[in-house]
C-alpha cells in the first residue's frame, strides 16, 4: 500500500471508530449507566455531608466529656480544701460554689443527652446513605454490564479496526501522521480528502487550473489542500 493509499484508510478507519463511539453512545443502556453514576453521585455527596455533621456531633460531645471532667475534678478539690469547723462565711461560699458547680454540671448533661439524640439520627442517616450508596453501586455495575453486552459487537468491530489502524499508523512517517493528527482535530475528523475531477471531496471548491496543473505535476501523491488546508491525496493508484 502506497502511502496515500494508507492515509486514505485510516481516515475511513478513524471515521468508523467516530461512528461506532457514537453508536456504543447511543445505546439506551448507555443512559442508564448515566443516570446510575448521577444518582451515586448525588449520594455520594449527601454522604460526605452527613459524615461532617456526625465528626462535628463527636466533637462536640468529646468537648462536653472534657468540661464535665474538669467540672467534677473542680467538684473534689473545692470539697477537698474545705477545713472542717471553718466559720459559717466559709460554708455558705463553699455551698455556693459546690451548687454552681453542681448546676454547670447539669448543664453539660443536658447538652450531652441532646448531642446523643443528635448523633443517633445522623448515625442512622448515615447507615441509610451507605446503603443505599451501595445499591446504587451494583446497579450502576449491573447497567454497565447490560451497556457492555449490547455494545459488544460494536466493541467487536472497534477491536479489529484498532488494530488495523496500529498496523498502518506504523507504516506511516511520523511527519504525516503529526499532520494528519492535527487536520484531524482541526476538521472533527474528515482531514484527509481526494481529488475528484479537479474538486477536492470535503471541501468541494475547484482548483484553479494553475494549482491544478502545479499539484499534478508534482511528484508527491500527499500534498495540502489551498482552499481549506486539509490533507489532499492526489491518487495516482488505478
Ligand atoms: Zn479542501
Known sequence: MSEATSLLRLQEIDLSLMRLRKAADQLPQRAKVAAARAASKKVASELTKIVGQRKDVEIDLADLDERKAMLTDKVSEVQADASPGSDHRAAQDLELSLSSLAKKLEKVDFDTERLLEKLETVERAERNARGLAERLAAEEKAQTDAWREAAA??????????????????????????RY??????????AVETLEGNRPSACRVALQPSSFSDIRRSDSDITTCPYCRRILVVSREA
Not at 467487536?156 to 512517517?173: C, G, M, P
Not at 493528527?181 to 474528515?190: H, P
Open 153 to 178: 459487537d460494536i466493541t467487536i468491530q472497534a477491536k479489529e479496526l484498532t488494530s488495523e489502524r496500529e498496523r498502518i499508523v506504523a507504516t506511516l512517517s511520523p511527519e504525516l501522521m503529526g
Open 181 to 190: 493528527d492535527e487536520a484531524r482535530k482541526r476538521f472533527g475528523g474528515l
